[in-house]
């Protein structure tokens, strides 16, 4: 798969002070879209997200993207304003698609606008957004969650797990995808640490060490490649359609200490 490469623009929009209402926001499209125009995404851009988050430390945020006819979706990028790291994934497609479905488990670190932008490959924009409340913990700089060598020892191992069930039935206002297609989820053992997080005995600060690219392939060639940020949860979880036809997966991810791992799983009886 050909490797996504983050532009200069996005690596500026990832470290944003807080902003007043519609600032935050205003300044990250500004240095990832410059001046083109970000067309009203109603129809295009399904979101589905909690009015307000059991967990502001793992928070399932969920879209489904269907392209205006004649149009193809190429890449897609979720931005939570107002956390320290804003744009938070971007899914880049190795080969476009009239359609495509991510879930994705997500530190929300404080009350966010929540903006997904979809790009089609005749260059329209199109963007939804959502508001998601949280309960106030302040989830980027939450202690880890396991122990710190527990962490390291399974750091990287992933487990593939796919169903038929359709993404989107009986989950908020997604409506299902094409009867062709079913979910696969990824779960990444990984701490995720933001380098806000504080270590309990020593009081200083730990890295930062998160999940930079997660590339996945079906039945050998690239589908998408997603790459994060320390908005990713701990032990993170992607979960995306995928043609029901898939007979295998590949999925390689890579971190930001060079940390590479890969698994791979057969799906006959998919």
Not at 66 to 87: F, S, W
Not at 177 to 200: E, F, K, T
């Amino acid at each position: 798969m050909k490797r996504f490469a983050l532009s200069a623009a996005l690596m500026c929009a990832t470290a944003l002070p807080a902003f007043a209402d519609g600032e935050a926001w205003d300044s990250v499209k500004a240095q990832l879209f410059g001046e083109r125009a970000l067309l009203d995404g109603t129809r295009v851009i399904a979101i589905d997200a909690p009015y307000r988050t059991k967990d502001d430390a793992r928070t399932n945020l969920a879209a489904q993207i269907v392209a205006p006819n004649g149009a193809q979706i190429g890449k897609v990028t979720v931005v939570l304003d107002e956390n320290p790291m804003p744009v938070s994934a971007v899914f880049a497609l190795d080969a476009p698609l009239p359609s495509f479905f991510f879930d994705i488990t997500m530190r929300v670190n404080g009350p966010t606008p929540l903006h997904v932008i979809a790009e089609t490959t005749d260059g329209r924009l199109f963007v939804s957004e959502a508001f998601v409340k949280t309960s106030g913990t302040g989830a980027c700089a939450a202690p880890p969650g396991t122990d710190a060598e527990l962490a390291l020892a399974t750091l990287g191992q992933m487990n593939i797990s796919v169903s038929n069930a359709l993404p989107g039935q009986g989950i908020g206002k997604l409506s299902s995808l094409a009867s062709r297609l079913g979910r696969m989820d990824v779960d990444i053992s990984h701490p995720s640490l933001s380098g806000m997080q504080m270590d309990q005995i020593s009081l200083l600060f730990i890295p930062m060490r998160y999940v930079e690219t997660v590339e996945i392939d079906l039945d050998g060639a690239g589908f998408v490649e997603m790459t994060g940020s320390i908005s990713l949860s701990e032990n993170p979880r992607v979960g995306l359609a995928v043609p029901q036809s898939t007979r295998s997966v590949d999925v390689t991810m890579t971190d930001t200490d060079g940390t590479v791992s890969s698994t791979h799983k057969d799906l006959a009886g998919f």
